[in-house]
């Protein structure tokens, strides 16, 4: 069932200014997209993954309705951070993982069913997570694109809507952000074999 994306923006605000009620209305309309973003990210995982989506989406979910300082603007902003805690959830949960196995197997995720680059490796998500720290340290607003698209799910006027940039910057950006991501990777991926 599609949602009306003004309704869950009225719903944001509502609970931004106080009211809890708002959540409890809101949690339906927004759980079933928590979900499919988590299944997004786990296509491309191990099929022995130890996380599953639906422990993803309640750990997110959990973390969202946590947040007391954030004044939600509108949908996009809500799958917005949602994108950025699930991000930081796999990413401790492979880095935890790695841990445990003393520099095992990391975590597959492939790089190109994501942002449609040439595939030469499948990047592991420490290494995607390192590239993207690097490229926001760079260039802040690719890095938020990058974020927004890939883990956020975001389409490109919804990733304009919540940078406020219009959509053709953030086509741009988001092509030059795939490209610098994908030398990255490869170059990684070409150094941490030698």
Known sequence: MVQDPKEITHLLIRWSNGQREALTELTPLVYS?????????????????????????????????????IRWQNRAHFFGIAANLMRQILVNHALSHQAAKRGGTLVKLTLDDAVGVVKEQDPDLVALDGALSQLATLDLQQ???????????????????VLQISPATVKREWT????????ELTKEAVTGDE
Not at 148 to 158: K, S
């Open 33 to 69: 997209e928590l979900r499919r973003l988590a299944n997004h990210y786990f296509r491309s995982e191990r099929a022995d993954h130890t996380l599953q989506p639906t422990g993803l989406v309640h750990e997110a979910y959990l973390r969202l309705i946590d947040q007391t300082s």
């Open 143 to 161: 890095g938020r694109i990058v974020e927004l698209r890939f883990f956020g799910g975001l389409t490109i006027e919804e990733t304009a809507e």
């Open 176 to 183: 030059m952000a795939k490209a610098w991501l994908h030398c």
